[in-house]
């Protein structure tokens, strides 16, 4: 069993900067998916960065070039550093990780961008 636990969301202005972290009660060092989702108000989760136990990242189109995903195996964290942050950004942001046919949710951290 894997508890998530985020941390790092808040107010920031646009333009600004968050880091968003995702601490896991357990190793999730084989631990083939970890992602974050993003839920906007009214509308569906959504996936934002996913990085795999090799490495490989994928980013939602309205992110990239903006964030960026990444994983310390050693602490069982994943990060999400965004920068450039836009009021579409706006939302409950998710950390999810896929355990072999375990998956495991977050209780999701606030982020708001507003001047």
């Known amino acids: 069993q894997v508890q998530l636990v985020e941390s790092g969301g808040g107010l920031v202005q646009p333009g600004g900067s968050l880091r968003l972290s995702c601490a896991a009660s357990?190793?999730?060092?084989?631990?083939?998916?970890t992602a974050w989702y993003r839920q906007a108000p009214g509308k569906q989760r959504d996936a934002v960065a996913s990085i795999t136990i090799g490495g490989d990242t994928g980013y939602a189109d309205s992110v990239k070039g903006r964030f960026t995903i990444s994983r310390d195996n050693a602490k069982n964290t994943v990060y999400l550093q965004m920068n450039n942050l836009k009021p579409e950004d706006t939302g409950v942001y998710y950390c999810?990780?896929?355990?072999?046919?375990?998956?495991?949710w977050g209780q999701g951290t606030q982020v708001t961008v507003s001047s």
């Open positions: 999810y990780v896929q355990c072999s046919l375990n998956r495991y």
């Open positions: 357990g190793s999730i060092f084989s631990c083939a998916v």
